[in-house]
């Protein structure tokens, strides 16, 4: 099973992207985590990357395209992938198409995540991750049970993004209409799009998704 998860900035794909890690044994290939990573060891991908996302403009279709190969060649051919931000653009679409082709993959769900686009700057704008295992919070709606202390692995150190503040949220809205929301009609040509309710709690959303895939 390979399945694409479609949604602007703070529609949840991380979120539900953990549940099917979680639960249907998938891979998350998330390329906006492997940028940060590349940007935190410093390499020459990460160097050129940094300050793209830190205005939250899209990296180059060629970078990211390059990315999500080289995991799909390191991982085992029966292995579900979920991608989490990519596609995001025609041109990546474009490569996905080929390099799903060159390992011998098809997609099987495109699942859109619809949201109310006023209520994703309030969520990107209070979120933040357990530093050690990543468990994801909010500063108004999901607080650790004893403060300070992450209730899944009892770390106290905790992370934010910098590209989590209000200007560059707006940035990475405009990116999603402009550059990423057009790649949906190829999909529904194909009839593989499932849209889903983003707004509903997370439970339900996981819910919805499960129904999807089973
Ligand atoms: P995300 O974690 O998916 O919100 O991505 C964070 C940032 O990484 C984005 O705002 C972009 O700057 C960059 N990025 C992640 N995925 C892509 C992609 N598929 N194409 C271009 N830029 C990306």
């Known amino acids: 099973m390979n399945i694409i998860l479609l949604g602007p900035p703070g529609a949840g794909k991380g979120t539900q992207s953990a549940n099917l890690v979680e639960h249907h044994g998938m891979r998350q290939l998330s390329t906006g985590d492997m940028l940060r990573a ?37 991982m085992a051919p029966e292995t579900g992938a979920i991608f989490d931000g990519y596609p995001r653009t025609e041109a990546q679409a474009k490569s996905l198409d080929e390099i799903l082709a060159k390992h011998a993959r098809q997609l099987d769900h495109v699942i859109e995540l619809e949201v109310n686009e006023d209520a994703l700057v309030d969520r990107i704008t209070g979120r933040f991750t357990c530093a050690k295992c990543g468990e994801g919070y909010h500063d108004r709606h999901k607080l650790p049970e004893q403060e300070g202390v992450c209730d899944k692995c009892g770390s106290t150190e905790f992370k934010r993004r910098p590209d989590d503040n209000e200007d560059t949220v707006r940035t990475r809205m405009q990116e999603y209409r402009a550059k990423t929301a057009p790649i949906l009609p190829l999909y529904e040509s194909r009839g593989i799009v499932r849209k889903v ?17 089973t």
Not at 197 to 213: N, P, Q, S
């Open 38 to 74: 590349a940007v935190k060891a410093r390499t020459p991908v990460g160097i050129r990357a940094k300050e793209v996302m830190d205005r939250g403009e899209l990296v180059s279709d060629e970078i990211v395209s390059a990315l999500i190969d080289a995991e799909l060649t390191a």
């Open 197 to 213: 309710d983003g707004m509903a709690g997370i439970d339900d959303v996981t819910h919805a998704i499960d129904a999807i895939l």
